[in-house]
């Protein structure tokens, strides 16, 4: 039986496609004993795991799901509120990226905190959570730079790269529990210790999510959406090359290294695509704003 579990769960997910029907399926074959009752209890389990990877998440999921990586970032830095204008300054500028862009609102809005860290890094939770570094702001020396990270992290948003992830690893969780309940149809596994197996693994996708970070392609993909949200807003697409720039010499980015690809592979990218990009003339009145409230020679640390 071991041998063919994995196959009889896969064939009637195909053949019958919800879990309904599976499950109906199964329970009618456990009445002709075709299979034991263990076997199409667990069948029924294993169903309603792929019928969930499948199911659409809704506006406030995504916020929720989101809210929860916020807490899992917030539990390893701090919020730094050292310069309230600061913080709403970004906000700002982020309320300007998302005013033209394909999704303007969201069910909690756009939010931007500034975590207490030397490191040059950010973060964005699908919920609209985005979080800048005191090293990468203080590393900007434009308006511009700074509204290439913000759009950069609002493409991730947008593109739902977070949401995706955790799709693919719904995938991933599913079949793997299909595995262990092939593994259980010979055991003995029950359907309560199977349902363990599976909840235990969701707190694993949030860490995985800021640990391991988007494969390079997402980044490429955020690189390139962010310039057009970029030029939607009016800023010059090539303030995200200038930050790329200052990463790549920067010395304070070792987090950022394990979760992008290299600054080097981003700029070269970039610069594919902004010959493409029909570029505003850069208003001298954003320096100024900038300097007034990011003095470069006031270090934020």
């Avoid at 063919?4 to 019958?16: E, G, N, W």
């Avoid at 069948?43 to 916020?70: C, H, K, N, W």
């Avoid at 999704?103 to 959570?129: C, R, W």
Wanted: charged letters at 15%; a negative charge.
């Amino acid at each position: 039986m071991k041998k063919y579990f994995s196959f009889i769960i896969l064939v009637l997910i195909l053949v019958f496609g919800t879990c309904k029907h599976i499950d109906t399926v199964a329970q009618i074959a456990a009445e002709g004993e075709l299979i034991d009752q263990h076997t199409a209890n667990t069948i029924s389990l294993t169903a309603r795991a792929f019928e969930a990877a499948t199911e659409r998440i809704t506006p406030d999921q995504e916020y929720f799901i989101g809210r929860a990586v916020a807490a899992n970032i917030l539990s390893t830095y701090r919020i730094w509120n050292g310069n309230p204008a600061l913080t709403k300054y970004l906000n700002l500028i982020c309320a300007a990226i998302i005013l033209n862009s394909p999704q303007p609102t969201l069910y909690n809005g756009y939010h931007i905190a500034i975590l207490d860290t030397n490191e040059v890094n950010a973060f964005a939770t699908s919920g609209g959570h985005i979080f800048l570094t005191r090293g990468l702001v203080n590393a900007a020396k434009s308006e511009e730079a700074l509204a290439g990270v913000i759009a950069h992290e609002v493409a991730h948003i947008q593109l739902k790269h977070g949401i995706n992830a955790i799709k693919t690893n719904r995938v991933t969780e599913a079949l793997l529990l299909t595995a262990t309940a092939g593994i259980g149809a010979v055991t003995g596994l029950d359907a309560n210790e199977l349902t363990d197996i599976l909840n235990e693994s969701v707190g694993e996708i949030f860490q995985t999510m800021v640990n391991s970070g988007y494969s390079k392609e997402q980044e490429f993909e955020a690189d390139t959406a962010a310039m057009y949200l970029m030029v939607a807003a009016g800023y010059d697409p090539s303030g995200l090359i200038e930050m790329l720039s200052i990463l790549e010499t920067g010395t304070k980015m070792s987090r950022l290294n394990m979760t992008h690809p290299s600054p080097v592979q981003r700029v070269y990218y970039a610069n594919r695509v902004i010959g493409r990009l029909e570029i505003a003339e850069t208003d001298p009145s954003r320096q100024q704003r900038f300097n007034a409230i990011v003095n470069p020679r006031v270090s934020l640390f």
